[in-house]
């Protein structure tokens, strides 16, 4: 039971490179989360998705898109990487009866 | 879901009980108290939570006031390893409008136990 997987934990993209990071979870919840970190912040929502099939913006969604593949995966992809997206990501899940989010551990990104 | 207001940071003296106190007084009928930590730069972890009733667990206690709007996570014998930056967020179960899933976390509480 590996809970909350996140790939990769650390990337270096150039401006205007394109790159999908995945989340897949083992817990067989129904919603998924992706957040980014910025250094000395709280924990900001890009996307979630609430159920299989769906999935809607959160409070900073621009410059990103997501894909729920399935059940257990959720993908946050960067179509043209921008500096200002320098941060670090975490995918989280959570399920009835108690909803507690689970959490990855996270993917260092860097954009030059 | 609710917004909720916390201490920027706190120290506390290793063996020593750490309060941290949280603010949530737009809280819902149906919203649930969560409290989570990050140590470092790991994905937050879960602590406890709580409706209206006070809670305990092996990691710490909930005390949940009689209107609800505040609450205290109570760590009762704080260790170094406790130090952390600890999150108090509200937020209903189950699927009660987009605003169920748009969970905030803010700044938190950083947390220093000191030796």
């Known amino acids: 039971n590996a809970g909350v997987t996140q790939t990769p934990k650390f990337q270096v993209l150039k401006t205007g490179q394109s790159m999908t990071l995945q989340c897949a979870q083992d817990?067989?919840?129904?919603?998924m989360y992706w957040y980014r970190q910025d250094p000395g912040m709280g924990l900001r929502l890009i996307y979630y998705?609430?159920?299989?099939?769906?999935?809607d913006k959160g409070e900073v969604p621009n410059g990103y898109n997501v894909s729920r593949l399935n059940k257990r995966e959720f993908s946050l992809r960067l179509e043209s990487a921008a500096p200002s997206q320098t941060s670090v990501y975490f995918c989280?899940?959570?399920?009835?009866?108690?909803?507690?989010?689970?959490f990855g551990s996270g993917t260092q990104l860097s954009v030059l | 879901d609710a917004k909720t207001t916390q201490p920027t940071s706190m120290d506390c003296a290793e063996g020593r009980a750490a309060n941290l106190p949280c603010n949530h007084s737009?809280?819902?009928?149906?919203?649930?108290v969560y409290w989570y930590r990050q140590i470092h730069s790991q994905g937050p972890q879960y602590i406890i939570h709580?409706?209206?009733n006070n809670e305990t667990n092996e990691m710490a206690s909930l005390i949940i006031t009689e209107d609800r709007k505040s609450s205290t996570l109570i760590l009762p014998h704080a260790t170094l390893r406790d130090t952390a930056v600890y999150y108090c967020?509200?937020?209903?179960?189950?699927?009660?409008?987009?605003?169920?899933?748009?969970?905030?976390f803010g700044k938190g509480t950083k947390l220093s136990v000191i030796p």
């Open positions: 989280a899940s959570s399920g009835l009866p108690d909803e507690k989010l689970f």
């Open positions: 709580g409706l209206k």
């Open positions: 817990m067989n919840h129904n919603s």
């Open positions: 998705s609430a159920s299989e099939g769906t999935t």
């Open positions: 967020i509200v937020r209903s179960r189950g699927y009660s409008g987009a605003g169920s899933y748009q969970l905030t």
């Open positions: 737009t809280i819902s009928g149906n919203e649930y």
